[in-house]
């Protein structure tokens, strides 16, 4: 992308957010903080629909915010997609996924492996589900898999507006160019 002294720089690397990620009473900071960075364009926020329908039950506000975001299909797997879910299932589920719910969370991991993206969860960030997605992330890691809870998405993305601000007020420096506007505004 040519470089826009007007326009901010987002960061490439999309996120996509687990079920229990859907923020819709603004009661998690964390993805407050990375819901103003999506509205701003610094950031993707994309969920798989698996997840989409799971976040979209309990209420009416949790269905708007659900449905306000983008999501990716689980439809018409290659067979080497096919095998890729099985390997994700039996990393999460040993013996693989027994029921709807486990063969969703697989899905869900799956759809952050194929769009290349970093799933935001917090699966497996309590005493009552100590391994789930997050337990899980060193095995996922081996497969090209990034998860990462919504604390640990907004460190990365505090670090890399640091070091995309530096960049731009390096540029403005040697260049001779004004500083860009978005510099030190996210």
Excluded: C
Aim: proline content about 5%; charged content about 30%; overall charge neutral.
């Amino acid at each position: 992308m040519p470089y826009d002294r007007d326009r901010r720089v987002d960061l490439a690397r999309p996120f996509q957010i687990d079920a229990n990620r859907i923020n819709a009473r603004g009661s998690l900071p964390n993805m407050t903080r990375l819901e103003k960075w999506h509205a701003d364009g610094v950031v993707h926020i994309s969920m798989a629909d698996v997840a989409q329908m799971e976040a979209a039950t309990g209420s009416n506000a949790r269905a708007r915010k659900a449905f306000s975001l983008i999501h990716s299909v689980s439809t018409n797997l290659t067979a080497d997609e096919e095998r890729m879910l099985r390997r994700i299932a039996d990393i999460l589920f040993p013996g693989g996924a027994r029921n709807p719910n486990e063969r969703d969370d697989a899905l869900i991991v799956f759809h952050a492996w194929k769009y290349k993206s970093t799933l935001i969860t917090n699966d497996g960030d309590s005493r009552s589900q100590p391994g789930g997605i997050l337990g899980h992330r060193d095995e996922l890691a081996h497969l090209g898999i990034v998860v990462i809870s919504d604390a640990d998405a907004v460190s990365w993305v505090d670090e890399q507006i640091r070091k995309r601000d530096e960049r731009a007020l390096l540029m403005s420096r040697d260049f001779g160019k004004p500083i860009p506007p978005w510099v030190g505004k996210d």
